[in-house]
Structure formats: structure tokens, C-alpha cells
């Protein structure tokens, strides 16, 4: 019955070792990085710009969406 009391307890500890074995039996992975190179931006081009047309919302319509 006192091991019913403590589950919670005994499932953290089990959590614990059982974690705590995963890092300790895993063998670490080299890490690749490719050589690629860097991006450059062609200056030959002209930035591309965005025009918005459309009109402000009056006081009287903004209510209206309200």
C-alpha cells in the first residue's frame, strides 16, 4: 500500500534513470556542414517594389465593421 502512496515519486526516479541512460549509452554524431557559398545579390537588378492602391476607411465605414 505505501507504493501506491508514492507513484508519482517512484515514476519521476524511473524517468530520471531511464533518461540519464539514454545520454549516457548514445554515441554523439559528428556534425556536417556543407561548404556552399554565400549568397550574393546582383546589383543589376532593381529592388522590387510594392504599390498598395486602395483608399483609407472613413470614421463612418470603420464603425460599420465594428
Keep these: 500500500m505505501n507504493a ?9 526516479v524511473v524517468a530520471a534513470v531511464a533518461l540519464g541512460w539514454a545520454f549516457a549509452t548514445t554515441e554523439p554524431k559528428a556534425i556536417e556542414v556543407a ?13 522590387p517594389v510594392v504599390t498598395i492602391a486602395a483608399k483609407r476607411l472613413t470614421a463612418a465605414e470603420k464603425a460599420a465593421l465594428i
Design 4 to 12: 501506491l502512496k508514492h507513484m508519482e515519486a517512484i515514476f519521476v
Design 35 to 47: 561548404a556552399d557559398p554565400v549568397v550574393t545579390v546582383q546589383a543589376d537588378q532593381p529592388m
